[in-house]
């Protein structure tokens, strides 16, 4: 069971475990920060300090397992599973369980206020929707299983040069985030609401929709509203509350409505006990819907810095740089008049393709030299997200591997 090679001083020892609590071990030690040899050093010393023997654990389908315990340290727990009559693979599978027991998952830190991101740019076409939609999937991944994770601090830059060769030191097996998250289609348009397969609220003087309960219109409870992603990936943590065609109205009953750089927020407040992240997908205007969600999005008074604010996003293209300058001006101005903290999330520089040239890599150099706010994410022009759209489904369950899902658990982990 054991092998004499060493490294880094440690003794290299192979045994075996059941998958299961293979699995479980790598998971918790991730949601601990601590390597998978460490947890097995502790669960050893535990496992033969104990009294007596635990109860056993179910090894069948048990297959190899290596790891490296410090000198010693092996020797010592055959001769405590010799004295105890059981077999160093029963021995081992409760050291892990017991370390599984004294180590439980860590709980998901939940907010006082949930974090309100307000995903924003008054350009159409540079991909609000998909951002707002893979990064709710990203924060609300279950947090019991690994997923791949983009970590290279240097992504972004590697971008703007040749095409890059695949290196896997660039991605990490971390642990879902586990958050309770809303998503709200804010945009007139649905994009939001069509790419999740999910039915729109009707356009319908009897039906409810975000813009009634905005405009003190609605009789019923927004969370009426809301309807489930159903998928296990993110065990009914991700929902959605879907958009409406009276949004393109919203505007002009927003004129009307007193303190309406409010409404938003009157209006999410019932639901808001429910989430720890509320995303707002907003639509391509400056109007005083985008006041009313830029608003909504601002610092609270007991609220940390950082945790609630605007996500611009842009293209790697001049257009893009426009439309971006006019959305802070906006910002700037509701920030002045009204005497409120707003935090800038970031800029996420979307649809990003080097083959174009001068112009996208020039553009993203442009974007990488703005220091505040900093670009958070480069997200690549590839197919999975357009793929995802035509199944109707969420970007992380149709290619949970890929390179673009990869990218939004980081993004989630940027801002987060």
């Not at 309770?180 to 729109?200: I, S, Y």
């Not at 400056?286 to 610092?299: E, H, N, Q, T, V």
């Not at 489904?393 to 993004?411: D, I, K, N, Y």
Request: proline content about 6%; overall charge negative.
């Amino acid at each position: 069971m054991s092998s004499p090679a060493t490294s880094s001083d440690r003794e290299k020892v192979v045994s075996k475990l059941p998958g299961w609590l293979r699995q479980a071990l790598k998971v918790r030690a991730a949601q601990h920060g601590i390597d998978i040899q460490t947890a097995v050093e502790q669960g050893i010393d535990a496992w033969v300090a104990l009294a007596s023997t635990p109860g056993a654990v179910d090894t069948a389908g048990a297959d190899s397992f290596a790891t490296f315990l410090r000198p010693g340290q092996w020797s010592l727990f055959r001769e405590t599973a010799g004295d105890r009559r059981v077999s160093l693979i029963q021995g081992l599978a409760q050291s892990v369980q017991l370390w599984l027991e004294m180590n439980p998952a860590p709980t998901i830190e939940r907010p006082k206020h949930p974090r309100r991101r307000i995903v924003c740019n008054q350009k159409g076409g540079v991909g609000k929707t998909a951002v707002t939609a893979g990064l709710g999937e990203a924060l609300a991944e279950d947090p019991e299983a690994l997923h791949p994770v983009r970590i290279s601090k240097h992504f972004a830059g590697s971008l703007a040069g040749e095409e890059r060769e695949e290196d896997p030191l660039e991605i990490e097996e971390l642990p879902g985030l586990g958050r309770r998250t809303l998503l709200v289609d804010f945009d007139p348009q649905r994009h939001l609401t069509k790419q999740l397969g999910k039915d729109e609220i009707p356009m319908d003087t009897e039906i409810d929709s975000l813009s009634k309960h905005m405009t003190g219109q609605a009789k019923g409870d927004i969370r009426d509203l809301v309807v489930p992603i159903d998928d296990a990936r993110y065990g009914g943590r991700l929902d959605l509350l879907p958009g409406c065609q009276d949004g393109f109205l919203l505007d002009v009953a927003l004129s009307q409505v007193r303190f309406r750089e409010a409404a938003l927020e009157r209006a999410l407040a019932p639901i808001e006990p429910l989430y720890d992240e509320i995303i707002v997908d907003c639509p391509p205007s400056l109007g005083l819907s985008m006041d009313a969600a830029i608003y909504y999005g601002r610092r609270r008074e007991d609220e940390a810095t950082g945790n609630s604010g605007p996500l611009i996003v842009v293209q790697a293209e001049d257009s893009s740089a426009d439309a971006y300058d006019l959305l802070v001006n906006q910002i700037e101005d509701l920030r002045a008049d009204m005497g409120v903290e707003i935090d800038y999330l970031g800029i996420v520089v979307n649809l990003y393709d080097p083959r174009r040239g001068f112009i996208a890599t020039s553009s993203l150099k442009a974007w990488m030299d703005i220091k505040d706010p900093k670009v958070v994410a480069v997200i690549g022009d590839l197919t999975d997200q357009r793929k995802a759209v035509r199944v109707k489904q969420p970007l992380l369950s149709f290619a949970p591997r890929g390179e673009q899902a990869v990218t939004m658990r980081a993004l989630a982990r940027e801002v987060s």
